[in-house]
């Protein structure tokens, strides 16, 4: 699921034009190895939220939402940090990558009205009768963890740092 999600990160940009950096994208199957990320393990979920599986994976709009859900850790459109600190400890074996998960989280919470001002201009459907305010925070929480993984497991090969720049720069969602 995390290697979709990267993929999602790396193939729904929104470019700065004024930026001429940015029209030089880096490649993105060196990308895939940069941040050696851990599994997230859902299964804790999955009496209440199998019905959303694709392909043994949670990862529609329908699954996020029923895991924020269930871990009580969306309120309409804004986390509650307590619950996402425990759902966290829940689907990840790593503290460290954990850490970086809530403190991704906690920007993503911090930018609410903006996600929720790009989710209205993209115009993203609903999923039968799915809300995407929770993928939109799975999203923005996984390009923070991208963007700041931690030094021991990032590869600190030239394009992994290009790549790193280039979204850092370039990437923007919001």
């Given at each position: 699921?995390l290697?979709?999600?990267t993929?999602?990160?790396i193939?729904?940009?929104?470019?700065?034009?004024?930026?001429?950096?940015?029209?030089?994208r880096?490649?993105?199957?060196?990308?895939k190895?940069c941040?050696?990320?851990?599994?997230l393990?859902?299964?804790s979920?999955?009496s209440?939220c199998?019905?959303?599986?694709?392909?043994g994976a949670h990862?529609?709009?329908?699954?996020?939402?029923?895991i924020?859900q269930?871990?009580?850790?969306l309120?309409?459109t804004?986390?509650?940090?307590?619950n996402?600190?425990?759902?966290?400890k829940?689907?990840?074996?790593s503290?460290?990558?954990?850490?970086?998960?809530?403190?991704?989280?906690k920007?993503c919470?911090?930018?609410e009205?903006?996600?929720?001002?790009?989710?209205?201009?993209r115009r993203?459907p609903?999923?039968?009768?799915c809300?995407s305010?929770a993928?939109?925070?799975?999203l923005?929480?996984?390009?923070?963890?991208?963007r700041?993984?931690?030094d021991?497991?990032?590869?600190?090969?030239?394009?992994c740092k290009?790549?790193?720049?280039?979204?850092?720069?370039?990437?923007?969602i919001?």
């Amino acid at each position: 699921m995390l290697h979709l999600l990267t993929w999602a990160l790396i193939l729904i940009p929104a470019y700065r034009a004024a930026d001429p950096l940015c029209s030089n994208r880096p490649d993105v199957t060196a990308l895939k190895n940069c941040c050696k990320l851990p599994n997230l393990n859902f299964s804790s979920f999955n009496s209440k939220c199998s019905q959303y599986l694709v392909n043994g994976a949670h990862i529609s709009p329908c699954s996020f939402e029923c895991i924020f859900q269930a871990a009580n850790a969306l309120n309409g459109t804004h986390l509650e940090m307590e619950n996402i600190e425990k759902m966290m400890k829940t689907i990840l074996d790593s503290d460290e990558f954990g850490q970086v998960y809530v403190d991704g989280c906690k920007s993503c919470s911090s930018q609410e009205e903006v996600l929720i001002k790009a989710l209205k201009r993209r115009r993203v459907p609903l999923t039968g009768k799915c809300g995407s305010m929770a993928i939109v925070y799975g999203l923005c929480a996984h390009r923070y963890v991208y963007r700041n993984c931690p030094d021991r497991v990032w590869s600190k090969s030239a394009s992994c740092k290009e790549a790193r720049d280039y979204n850092i720069r370039c990437d923007d969602i919001y």
